[in-house]
Protein backbone atom coordinates (compact mmCIF):
# COMPACT_ATOMS: atom_id res chain seq x y z
CA UNK A 1 0.00 0.00 0.00
CA UNK A 2 0.86 3.55 -0.88
CA UNK A 3 1.96 6.22 2.18
CA UNK A 4 2.94 9.50 2.50
CA UNK A 5 5.14 11.36 4.65
CA UNK A 6 5.22 15.90 4.81
CA UNK A 7 8.21 16.18 7.35
CA UNK A 8 7.13 19.59 8.02
CA UNK A 9 4.28 19.95 10.63
CA UNK A 10 3.92 24.20 9.94
CA UNK A 11 6.08 26.64 8.32
CA UNK A 12 5.91 30.11 8.81
CA UNK A 13 7.00 32.73 5.46
CA UNK A 14 7.66 35.95 4.91
CA UNK A 15 4.86 37.62 2.22
CA UNK A 16 7.07 37.90 -0.78
CA UNK A 17 9.28 34.88 0.47
CA UNK A 18 9.50 31.76 -1.63
CA UNK A 19 7.98 28.88 0.20
CA UNK A 20 8.87 25.02 -0.44
CA UNK A 21 6.43 22.24 1.48
CA UNK A 22 8.23 18.50 1.33
CA UNK A 23 6.49 15.58 0.60
CA UNK A 24 7.90 11.90 0.19
CA UNK A 25 5.53 8.92 -1.03
CA UNK A 26 5.88 4.91 -0.59
CA UNK A 27 5.00 3.12 -3.79
CA UNK A 28 6.51 0.70 -5.92
CA UNK A 29 5.43 1.68 -9.08
CA UNK A 30 4.96 5.46 -10.56
CA UNK A 31 2.09 7.17 -8.53
CA UNK A 32 -0.63 9.40 -9.24
CA UNK A 33 0.80 12.31 -6.96
CA UNK A 34 -1.46 15.35 -5.59
CA UNK A 35 -1.44 18.14 -3.59
CA UNK A 36 -4.27 20.21 -2.36
CA UNK A 37 -5.27 23.21 -0.11
CA UNK A 38 -7.25 23.87 2.86
CA UNK A 39 -8.57 27.20 4.15
CA UNK A 40 -9.72 27.41 7.17
CA UNK A 41 -13.22 26.15 7.34
CA UNK A 42 -13.19 25.25 3.92
CA UNK A 43 -13.06 21.82 1.84
CA UNK A 44 -9.77 20.56 -0.32
CA UNK A 45 -8.71 22.53 -3.31
CA UNK A 46 -6.94 20.58 -5.92
CA UNK A 47 -3.75 22.61 -6.41
CA UNK A 48 -1.94 20.63 -9.16
CA UNK A 49 -1.09 16.60 -9.90
CA UNK A 50 1.28 14.63 -11.67
CA UNK A 51 0.38 11.69 -13.48
CA UNK A 52 3.19 10.99 -16.00
CA UNK A 53 5.23 13.05 -18.28
CA UNK A 54 7.10 16.22 -17.70
CA UNK A 55 8.19 15.82 -13.72
CA UNK A 56 7.53 19.86 -12.95
CA UNK A 57 4.13 20.55 -13.07
CA UNK A 58 2.36 24.06 -12.93
CA UNK A 59 -1.00 24.47 -10.66
CA UNK A 60 -3.23 27.13 -10.11
CA UNK A 61 -2.49 30.47 -7.81
CA UNK A 62 1.46 30.11 -8.72
CA UNK A 63 2.52 26.77 -7.03
CA UNK A 64 4.18 24.20 -9.03
CA UNK A 65 5.82 20.85 -7.59
CA UNK A 66 8.65 18.69 -9.03
CA UNK A 67 7.89 14.80 -9.23
CA UNK A 68 11.65 13.31 -8.52
CA UNK A 69 12.01 9.52 -8.88
CA UNK A 70 15.03 8.91 -7.48
CA UNK A 71 14.12 10.30 -3.99
CA UNK A 72 10.44 9.29 -4.08
CA UNK A 73 9.46 13.20 -3.61
CA UNK A 74 6.96 15.54 -4.76
CA UNK A 75 7.77 18.70 -3.52
CA UNK A 76 5.60 22.21 -3.72
CA UNK A 77 6.64 25.35 -4.63
CA UNK A 78 5.89 28.93 -5.09
CA UNK A 79 8.17 31.45 -5.50
CA UNK A 80 6.64 34.47 -3.98
CA UNK A 81 4.01 33.98 -1.24
CA UNK A 82 1.05 36.19 -0.49
CA UNK A 83 -0.90 36.61 2.87
CA UNK A 84 -3.92 34.44 1.47
CA UNK A 85 -1.89 31.34 1.14
CA UNK A 86 -1.87 30.75 4.51
CA UNK A 87 -3.78 27.43 4.60
CA UNK A 88 -3.42 23.51 5.19
CA UNK A 89 -1.21 22.00 2.58
CA UNK A 90 -1.96 18.35 1.58
CA UNK A 91 0.22 15.57 -0.40
CA UNK A 92 -1.59 12.58 -1.75
CA UNK A 93 -0.58 9.73 -2.97
CA UNK A 94 -2.43 6.87 -5.54
CA UNK A 95 -1.64 3.87 -7.45
CA UNK A 96 -3.01 4.63 -10.54
CA UNK A 97 -5.82 4.29 -12.60
CA UNK A 98 -8.34 2.80 -10.95
CA UNK A 99 -7.23 3.24 -7.92
CA UNK A 100 -10.06 4.27 -6.09
CA UNK A 101 -8.18 5.10 -2.35
CA UNK A 102 -5.77 8.31 -1.96
CA UNK A 103 -3.62 8.29 0.29
CA UNK A 104 -2.94 11.72 2.31
CA UNK A 105 0.08 13.04 4.46
CA UNK A 106 -0.84 14.53 7.79
CA UNK A 107 -0.83 17.94 6.63
CA UNK A 108 1.60 21.38 6.18
CA UNK A 109 0.61 24.54 8.08
CA UNK A 110 1.55 27.62 6.25
CA UNK A 111 1.34 30.92 8.04
CA UNK A 112 2.08 34.04 6.89
CA UNK A 113 3.64 37.13 8.62
CA UNK A 114 3.68 40.51 6.79
CA UNK B 1 -22.45 26.74 -8.69
CA UNK B 2 -21.38 24.37 -6.24
CA UNK B 3 -19.86 21.06 -7.38
CA UNK B 4 -19.92 19.02 -4.60
CA UNK B 5 -21.95 20.33 -2.05
CA UNK B 6 -23.03 18.63 1.67
CA UNK B 7 -25.63 19.33 4.20
CA UNK B 8 -25.95 19.90 6.52
CA UNK B 9 -22.39 22.01 7.03
CA UNK B 10 -22.79 21.80 11.22
CA UNK B 11 -24.06 19.13 12.96
CA UNK B 12 -24.10 18.44 16.63
CA UNK B 13 -25.94 16.08 18.40
CA UNK B 14 -25.85 13.51 21.48
CA UNK B 15 -24.41 9.92 21.98
CA UNK B 16 -26.71 7.25 21.20
CA UNK B 17 -28.54 9.29 18.05
CA UNK B 18 -28.83 8.55 14.60
CA UNK B 19 -27.60 11.12 11.96
CA UNK B 20 -27.59 11.61 8.07
CA UNK B 21 -25.47 13.69 5.85
CA UNK B 22 -26.11 14.11 2.78
CA UNK B 23 -23.57 14.99 -0.59
CA UNK B 24 -23.89 15.67 -3.72
CA UNK B 25 -22.25 16.66 -7.09
CA UNK B 26 -23.55 17.96 -10.37
CA UNK B 27 -20.37 17.46 -12.04
CA UNK B 28 -21.27 13.94 -13.62
CA UNK B 29 -18.68 12.03 -11.87
CA UNK B 30 -18.85 8.55 -11.57
CA UNK B 31 -17.42 7.84 -8.52
CA UNK B 32 -17.66 9.68 -4.81
CA UNK B 33 -16.39 9.15 -1.57
CA UNK B 34 -16.49 9.74 1.97
CA UNK B 35 -13.30 10.93 4.16
CA UNK B 36 -13.22 11.64 7.85
CA UNK B 37 -10.81 14.33 8.85
CA UNK B 38 -10.05 14.06 12.81
CA UNK B 39 -9.12 16.87 14.95
CA UNK B 40 -5.45 16.60 14.27
CA UNK B 41 -6.46 17.67 10.28
CA UNK B 42 -5.69 13.77 9.58
CA UNK B 43 -7.60 12.92 6.31
CA UNK B 44 -8.64 9.15 5.85
CA UNK B 45 -10.78 7.51 3.24
CA UNK B 46 -13.90 5.75 4.38
CA UNK B 47 -16.24 4.54 1.63
CA UNK B 48 -15.44 4.89 -1.97
CA UNK B 49 -18.40 4.32 -4.55
CA UNK B 50 -18.13 3.86 -8.66
CA UNK B 51 -21.46 3.77 -10.17
CA UNK B 52 -23.38 3.44 -7.17
CA UNK B 53 -21.30 0.46 -6.08
CA UNK B 54 -19.15 0.28 -3.52
CA UNK B 55 -15.87 -0.15 -3.92
CA UNK B 56 -13.96 0.56 -1.11
CA UNK B 57 -15.14 0.34 2.83
CA UNK B 58 -11.86 1.00 5.19
CA UNK B 59 -12.91 -1.12 8.30
CA UNK B 60 -15.48 1.79 9.11
CA UNK B 61 -18.01 0.70 11.67
CA UNK B 62 -20.84 -0.77 10.53
CA UNK B 63 -22.36 1.83 12.47
CA UNK B 64 -21.49 3.57 9.53
CA UNK B 65 -23.78 3.17 6.27
CA UNK B 66 -23.13 4.74 3.16
CA UNK B 67 -25.74 4.85 0.70
CA UNK B 68 -26.12 5.90 -3.30
CA UNK B 69 -29.45 6.44 -4.83
CA UNK B 70 -27.88 7.71 -8.15
CA UNK B 71 -24.31 8.42 -9.36
CA UNK B 72 -24.57 12.18 -8.12
CA UNK B 73 -25.60 11.32 -4.71
CA UNK B 74 -23.58 9.59 -1.76
CA UNK B 75 -25.26 9.84 1.50
CA UNK B 76 -23.81 8.43 4.99
CA UNK B 77 -25.72 7.86 7.63
CA UNK B 78 -24.62 6.77 11.51
CA UNK B 79 -26.53 4.95 14.07
CA UNK B 80 -25.77 4.99 17.70
CA UNK B 81 -23.30 8.20 17.75
CA UNK B 82 -20.43 8.13 19.68
CA UNK B 83 -17.76 11.26 21.28
CA UNK B 84 -15.05 9.54 18.97
CA UNK B 85 -16.78 10.03 15.48
CA UNK B 86 -16.86 14.04 16.63
CA UNK B 87 -14.80 15.07 13.63
CA UNK B 88 -15.36 17.07 9.81
CA UNK B 89 -16.60 14.79 7.39
CA UNK B 90 -16.08 15.41 3.41
CA UNK B 91 -17.39 14.41 0.33
CA UNK B 92 -15.78 14.16 -2.71
CA UNK B 93 -16.00 13.05 -6.37
CA UNK B 94 -13.93 12.11 -9.33
CA UNK B 95 -14.55 11.33 -12.84
CA UNK B 96 -12.97 7.52 -12.53
CA UNK B 97 -11.23 6.30 -9.96
CA UNK B 98 -7.52 7.22 -9.61
CA UNK B 99 -7.79 10.95 -10.65
CA UNK B 100 -8.51 14.10 -9.37
CA UNK B 101 -11.41 14.07 -6.55
CA UNK B 102 -13.07 17.54 -5.56
CA UNK B 103 -14.17 17.90 -2.64
CA UNK B 104 -17.27 19.15 -0.86
CA UNK B 105 -17.05 21.95 1.73
CA UNK B 106 -17.39 19.57 4.76
CA UNK B 107 -19.66 18.65 7.51
CA UNK B 108 -18.05 19.03 10.99
CA UNK B 109 -19.69 16.82 13.06
CA UNK B 110 -19.82 17.29 16.84
CA UNK B 111 -21.16 14.57 19.39
CA UNK B 112 -21.91 15.50 23.07
Known amino acids: AQSVTQPDIHITVSEGASLELRCNYSYGATPYLFWYVQSPGQGLQLLLK??????LVQGIKGFEAEFKRSQSSFNLRKPSVHWSDAAEYFC????????????FGAGTTVTVRA | DTAVSQTPKYLVTQMGNDKSIKCEQN?????MYWYKQDSKKFLKIMFSYNNKELIINETVPNRFSPKSPDKAHLNLHINSLELGDSAVYFC???????????FGPGTRLTVT
Open chain 1, 92 to 103: AVGEGPNDYKLS
Open chain 1, 50 to 55: YFSGDT
Open chain 2, 27 to 31: LGHDT
Open chain 2, 92 to 102: ASSQVGGGEQY
